[in-house]
Nanobody, 130 residues
């Protein structure tokens, strides 16, 4: 059983920066992917970014590309989402989730290279407001 815990959320002004941390524990898998997702009030959850722990390959949603950076420490099993030039539309609860590459998402919506997520964290709130 794999556990994920997010931290680092908070209130930030438009144009500011914030870094989220996802600590992964309980994993016996050598390779997996960690995705970041967000859900704003009244909206569906959307994929933000994904990183593979092995090669460090990344993928980003078009709405955050060039502003958000995903990085990881494979040995410590920590993933970070560095968010820059934040906008009010970035306000949401942010979740990290892990994929063990068990199943595919067939509708093309997966942010993690076509794979479905197997384990989820509880989320951390990011509010972008002046």
């Amino acid at each position: 059983q794999l556990q994920l815990a997010e931290s680092g959320g908070g209130l930030v002004q438009p144009g500011g920066s914030l870094s989220l941390t996802c600590v992964v524990s309980g994993s016996t898998a050598e390779y997996y992917a960690v995705g970041w997702f967000r859900q704003a009030p009244g909206k569906e959850r959307e994929g933000v970014s994904c990183i593979t722990t092995g090669t460090g390959s990344t993928n980003y949603a078009s709405s955050v590309k060039g502003r958000f950076i995903n990085s990881r420490d494979k040995a410590k099993q920590i993933v970070w989402l560095h968010m820059n030039n934040l906008k009010p539309d970035d306000t949401a609860v942010y979740y990290c989730a892990a994929s063990l590459f068990k199943s595919m998402v067939t509708d093309g919506s997966s942010i993690c290279f076509g794979y479905d997520m197997d384990y989820w964290g509880k989320g951390t709130l990011v509010t972008v407001s002046s």
